[in-house]
């Protein structure tokens, strides 16, 4: 099963909340491998999304959303990709790869596996005066994904510019119980890269057909998994939005 599902995401901003979403996306650097949203969009349909040359791109609302190449966006972190399957270690400076906001966005969402990692993003993002910013953190490992087992919630650090330039965070969790679903017994190891996980063809398989079918892929796991994760989502973004900051297309 796969906890890929940044596409529906995108989608699902845009149509709730009126808001242009850009994904940016890479080749994965590595130690670690398996699909990532750079594999799975190349197998959606090429009219759902649209990949940004420029900001000068940045027009519409295409189903998927806007998508920025790191290739397109910065030859040194492409190149400091390369020298990161060498090392075999995720440094510090890898951290940088999500925070990339070409765009100009009025709210960044990313996440962090180890907590550490969520109040530095933090930090970083509020330096650079992003007016709002969402980092989930006890997600499910290389996705936007919240978890699906009891007991077990996701964790979410929000933090908004307030007109005086000072910042206010806000942090929450949220799980099934949170969203109204029965959780699930065993979660989806993964951290388990091999044979057992879909390819991106099937990951991509499943978007279309959760987004064309009206929330059915076929898989009932993925399905409350992608509702659970919006609903979570949303939390953080009426939060946003409550502390009067006005959102830009």
């Not at 030859?75 to 906001?101: F, Q, Y």
Request: aromatic letters at 6%; a neutral charge; charged letters at 20%.
């Amino acid at each position: 099963r796969s906890v890929m599902l940044t596409p529906l995401l995108a989608n699902h901003i845009q149509s709730e909340y009126g808001l242009r979403v850009v994904t940016h996306m890479g080749a994965t650097a590595g130690p670690k491998y398996g699909p990532n949203t750079k594999y799975i969009i190349q197998h959606l349909p090429a009219d759902s999304l649209s990949r940004l040359a420029s900001n000068a791109d940045l027009k519409g609302f295409p189903a998927f959303g806007h998508y920025a190449d790191q290739e397109d966006v910065s030859e040194a972190l492409t190149e400091w990709r390369s020298i990161r399957r060498v090392i075999m270690k995720r440094p510090g400076l890898a951290t940088v790869e999500k925070l990339l906001d070409t765009a100009g966005a009025s709210v960044v969402i990313s996440s962090a596996f180890h907590p550490p990692y969520t109040a530095r993003m933090v930090e970083i993002l509020e330096r650079l005066e992003v007016p709002a910013m969402l980092i989930l953190r006890k997600g499910l490992e290389g996705s936007l994904a919240f978890p699906l087992v009891a007991g077990r919630k996701a964790q979410a650090l929000c933090s908004v510019r307030l007109p005086s330039g000072a910042y206010l965070r806000h942090e929450y969790t949220f799980g099934c119980e949170q969203a109204g679903e029965d959780p699930e017994q065993d979660e989806l190891d993964c951290k388990r890269l091999g044979p057992g996980l879909p390819s991106s063809e099937a990951i991509a398989d499943l978007i279309q057909k959760y987004h064309t079918n009206n929330g059915i892929s076929g898989d009932v796991v993925f399905d409350k998994r992608v509702r659970v994760t919006l609903k979570g989502i949303n939390e953080g973004i009426e939060w946003i939005k409550s502390q009067s900051v006005v959102l830009q297309i």
